[in-house]
C-alpha cells in the first residue's frame, strides 16, 4: 500500500515538474533566449565574483579572507561533485531537451543546447546557492542577502527557461548546496566550541 502510493505520488510530482518546466521554457522570446543565455553561462559571472573577493578582503584581514575563498572553492568543489559524479549516475534523470526524453519535442532550445545527459541534481543551482548561502552567513547584511539570494534565483531560473532542467533538479541542487554552505562555514565553530569546553 505504501508503496502503491509513494509511486503514485512521485508519479505525480514528475507531472507537477514537466508542467512547470512547459510554461517556464514556454514563455520563450528571441530577447529572452539571449539574455538567459548569458544568464547561465560561467565567464559573464567572472567580474561578479571578482567584487566578492573584494567584499571579503575589504571586511577582514587577508588570512581570513583567504581562508574564505579557499573554503568557497572547497564548498563548491563538494557540491558540484555530489551532484554531477555521486548523484546523477545513480538516479539517471534525463533532461527535459535530451533527445531521448519524449518531453524535448516539447522543449524550446536555445542555440542548439541541451545540456548533458542527466540533470538530476542541479550543478547550477547547487554551486551558486551554496555560494549564495556561505556568503550570506559570512556577510550578515540583509539586502546583501537579497542580492545574493536574488542571483541565485536567476541563475537557476535560466536554466529551466532553456529547458535543460527541472524545477525539482533545481529544488535539490540548491538543497545540496546550501547544506554544504551550512556544514563548512558551521563546522569549525562547532569544533572549536567544543575543544574550548573539553
Excluded at 548569458?38 to 583567504?66: D, E, N, Q, T
Excluded at 526524453?101 to 543551482?125: D, E, K, Q, T
Aim: proline share 4%.
Amino acid at each position: 500500500m505504501w508503496f502503491n502510493f509513494f509511486k503514485e505520488f512521485i508519479l505525480w510530482l514528475s507531472d507537477i515538474d514537466a508542467r512547470l518546466l512547459l510554461i517556464v521554457n514556454g514563455a520563450h522570446s528571441p530577447f529572452f533566449d539571449s539574455v538567459m543565455w548569458c544568464i547561465s553561462g560561467r565567464w559573464i559571472w567572472v567580474p561578479f565574483y571578482a567584487v566578492l573577493a573584494y567584499l571579503l578582503f575589504r571586511r577582514m584581514s587577508w588570512k581570513r579572507a583567504s581562508i574564505c575563498l579557499v573554503t568557497i572553492g572547497l564548498i563548491i568543489l563538494a557540491a558540484d561533485q555530489t551532484c554531477a559524479t555521486l548523484i546523477r549516475p545513480e538516479i539517471g534523470r534525463l533532461r527535459p531537451a535530451n533527445l531521448n526524453n519524449p518531453l524535448s519535442s516539447f522543449v524550446h532550445v536555445v542555440n542548439g543546447y541541451r545540456g548533458g545527459r542527466y540533470g538530476f541534481p542541479s550543478c547550477h543551482a547547487a554551486n551558486t546557492f551554496a555560494l549564495a548561502v556561505f556568503m550570506s552567513l559570512v556577510i550578515r547584511h540583509k539586502w546583501f542577502t537579497v542580492m545574493m539570494f536574488s542571483w541565485a534565483f536567476v541563475v537557476s531560473y535560466s536554466r529551466m527557461y532553456l529547458g535543460v532542467h527541472y524545477f525539482g533538479d533545481l529544488f535539490c541542487g540548491a538543497t545540496i548546496g546550501s547544506l554544504f554552505a551550512v556544514l563548512f562555514y558551521y563546522l569549525p565553530k562547532i569544533r572549536n566550541y567544543h575543544s574550548i569546553h573539553d
